[in-house]
């Protein structure tokens, strides 16, 4: 069967439209049900963010845009190919603490995200804000839920007890190392002080990678996507490949907004990058300064992170 996907973006806010887009067929052969909302189009993506303005605009002249823009523009001197790999390596040995998936969303409490334009509110909302609207539009997509309540979690990286990483670290989109920068990257202008620039092996389009050798394959810039895919994983999450897929790459914008870098994906790659695109529109039009009540959704959420615990249970597939 083959649906079309409701792209309802607004054309003011697609950053490149350079490249051809592709993706907006869904082909379902795989094991999901594809809900409703999809099919219908439901979702209403708001036309203003929590500051009266269009989403994802980074020449807003605004003081916060100015925060933005050095956080995009430390973050595209600093992140090298070797960067990238040093912190995998050091942050995969998981050694710094031990906690619930809730109290980690509490500790979101604690943390505002520098590099979004569209919103400054502690990250505990956003994450709420997201799950509550997925579970709206697809009620039965219980994973899915899940996924939008921990996709963010990584960005405890800022916290001293995870290392107290700088934002340019932690937050942000983010892009692939070791192949050419491209253009659709915002402030792309940034990577002229880059070292990987003086490296000619990184200057091509498949750079060190071999066309189609799918993402899992590629180094991709240092953050909160990679840090909370590698705690699932390594905590030997149940959810879905889908919803691992979205933790690691929702910020990765070239690729499921502006459609660059797809020569790198294999056919898994593209089977679930349908299910990230569904998911950006709630991650980024949700963004608002209505706050979602913690503890009237709490129980909801503590009872899908003990469903994910327990033995035996399946997600809804
Ligand atoms: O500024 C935001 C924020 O850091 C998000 O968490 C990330 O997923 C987005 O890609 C980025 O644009
Ligand atoms: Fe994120
Ligand atoms: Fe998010």
Same mark, same amino acid.
């Given at each position: ?157 800022? =916290?001293? !007890?995870? &290392? ?8 942000? *989109? /983010?892009?692939? #190392? ?76 070239? =690729?499921? !907004?502006? &459609? ?8 898994? *790659? /593209?089977?679930? #990058? ?44």
């Amino acid at each position: 069967m083959t649906v079309c996907v409701e792209q309802s973006v607004h054309d003011s806010q697609v950053e490149n439209k350079n490249h051809t887009d592709d993706t907006n067929e869904l082909v379902l052969d795989g094991e999901f049900v594809v809900p409703d909302a999809v099919v219908n189009g439901d979702f209403d993506c708001p036309e203003v963010n929590a500051f009266g303005q269009t989403f994802r605009d980074y020449d807003a002249e605004t003081e916060r845009q100015k925060q933005v823009e050095e956080c995009y523009r430390l973050n595209h001197i600093h992140q090298t190919y070797e960067y990238v790999k040093k912190m995998r390596e050091e942050y995969k040995k998981l050694d710094k603490l031990e906690m619930s998936i809730w109290e980690c969303c509490e500790l979101l409490n604690e943390v505002v995200d520098e590099s979004d334009p569209d919103l400054d509110e502690p990250q505990i909302e956003h994450l709420l804000q997201t799950a509550e609207a997925i579970r709206k539009d697809y009620p039965h997509e219980d994973w899915l839920h899940l996924t939008a309540l921990i996709h963010d979690l990584g960005k405890v990286l800022l =916290l001293p !007890r995870f &290392g107290e990483l700088p934002q340019w670290a932690v937050v942000g *989109d /983010t892009h692939p #190392l070791g192949c050419a920068f491209d253009e659709s990257i915002v402030y792309h202008k940034y990577f002229k002080e880059n070292p990987d620039m003086s490296n000619p092996a990184y200057q091509t389009k498949n750079g060190i990678y071999k066309e189609g050798c799918g993402l899992e394959n590629v180094t991709i810039s240092w953050g909160h996507d990679d840090y909370m895919y590698l705690v699932a994983k390594e905590n030997g999450t149940t959810l879905p490949d889908a919803g691992l897929f979205i933790i690691r790459y929702h910020s990765f914008y070239p =690729l499921h !907004r502006s &459609g660059a870098y797809k020569h790198l994906m294999n056919e898994k *790659d /593209t089977e679930n #990058l349908k299910w990230l695109q569904i998911f950006n529109k709630y991650d980024l039009y949700s963004k608002s300064k209505s706050r979602v009540d913690v503890e009237k959704v709490k129980p909801y959420y503590l009872s899908l992170i003990k469903k994910k615990n327990s033995d035996g249970e399946d997600w809804r597939q």
